[in-house]
T-cell receptor, first 113, second 115 residues
Framework: SQTIHQWPATLVQPVGSPLSLECTVEGTSNPNLYWYRQAAGRGLQLLFYSVGIGQISSEVPQNLSASRPQDRQFILSSKKLLLSDSGFYLC????????????FGSGTRLTVV | GNSVTQMEGPVTLSEEAFLTINCTYTATGYPSLFWYVQYPGEGLQLLLKATKADDKGSNKGFEATYRKETTSFHLEKGSVQVSDSAVYFCALSDRGETSGSRLTFGEGTQLTVNP
């Protein structure tokens, strides 16, 4: 069966520090991968999605970046965090073909102080 | 482009009350429709889905029917429990041909059920 792992679960980082959040998927090949951010009390904002190794599409301009060095690994990074980067970050995967639907990771609560 | 509009929350109900959370959508073609649930501090979980018109998705006592004529996918439950307290997201899949499926989410509806 397919599983998705996301870590760390919580993170407190100072303004200006770097960020690296990792997401890995097991039990499937060539998944579509996604990073979402959820600010407190608000909906989901799609940040990045990837349909293959090295293929990254950005939905919103920001100081975050994403990389996909392996088929089932998706990394969210920043060189210098801002206060406004605080939020709940969710990774998700979906099959390339099919009727859609995502499986989400358990999320990372990031607080920038 | 695709969009999903959800009933604004928060919604507060007493245990055993009837629940409806409205969801309407705008899309080209024939999207699949989903309801996700997010319990406090957790990621989203798929609650139910419907892939074509008149399909009814159901799970854990929740139901939603894909209504193409009204472009709606309202979530219902006959008798809610305290454990149903969560945020509920309606979503649609555009099933893009060249890039695989992508989901468009509504803003989410916070449900609180009091004992």
């Amino acid at each position: 069966s397919q599983t998705i792992h996301q870590w760390p679960a919580t993170l407190v980082q100072p303004v200006g520090s770097p960020l690296s959040l990792e997401c890995t998927v097991e039990g499937t090949s060539n998944p579509n991968l996604y990073w979402y951010r959820q600010a407190a009390g608000r909906g989901l904002q799609l940040l990045f999605y990837s349909v293959g190794i090295g293929q990254i599409s950005s939905e919103v301009p920001q100081n975050l970046s994403a990389s996909r060095p392996q088929d089932r690994q998706f990394i969210l990074s920043s060189k210098k965090l801002l206060l406004s980067d605080s939020g709940f970050y969710l990774c998700a995967w979906s099959a390339y073909s099919g009727t859609g639907g995502y499986t989400f990771g358990s999320g990372t609560r990031l607080t920038v102080v | 482009g695709n969009s999903v509009t959800q009933m604004e929350g928060p919604v507060t109900l007493s245990e055993e009350a009837f629940l409806t959370i409205n969801c309407t959508y705008t899309a080209t073609g024939y999207p699949s429709l989903f309801w996700y649930v997010q319990y406090p501090g957790e990621g989203l979980q798929l609650l139910l889905k419907a892939t074509k018109a008149d399909d009814k998705g159901s799970n854990k006592g929740f139901e939603a029917t894909y209504r193409k004529e009204t472009t709606s996918f309202h979530l219902e439950k006959g008798s809610v429990q305290v454990s149903d307290s969560a945020v509920y997201f309606c979503a649609l899949s555009d099933r893009g041909e060249t890039s695989g499926s992508r989901l468009t989410f509504g803003e989410g509806t916070q449900l609180t059920v009091n004992p």
